[in-house]
């Protein structure tokens, strides 16, 4: 996989996008970056600690998965950002967008992307 292309085709769905990160399964993370101009809102040692809560609780969903289903992604909704978590071509994404970002769009967008 080309980790900067795909971001770079992430970022450039919807303006309101804040940060792409690509990890594998354990958590690595193999490319991330924020949209230019943007301000963290956490620490670095904040962000690592999310991501991996993030990749835990996707870990402990597909334990699941023979009873409930794939999981296509999750989507948490804070005062002041959305954060976007889901499996992509063997990896998992998580994105973090503005709050008024259109999610669902942004959604069909990657699924665009990483069908071809």
């Not at 690595?28 to 609780?57: C, R």
């Not at 909704?77 to 499996?87: G, L, N, S, V, W």
């Amino acid at each position: 996989m080309n980790y900067q292309k795909t971001h770079s085709d992430i970022m450039k769905l919807d303006p309101k996008i804040r940060m792409v990160t690509i990890c594998d399964s354990s958590g690595k993370i193999m490319f991330s970056d924020h949209k230019p101009g943007v301000t963290n809102l956490l620490t670095p040692d904040e962000s690592k600690k999310s991501l991996e809560m993030a990749v835990n609780a996707w870990k402990t969903r597909s334990q699941l998965e023979d009873k409930i289903g794939k999981g296509h992604y999750v989507l948490a909704e804070y005062d002041k950002i959305k954060r976007i978590t889901m499996p992509y071509a063997e990896h998992l994404l998580y994105i973090t967008t503005e709050v008024e970002a259109d999610h669902s769009r942004i959604l069909d967008g990657i699924r665009k992307i990483e069908s071809g």
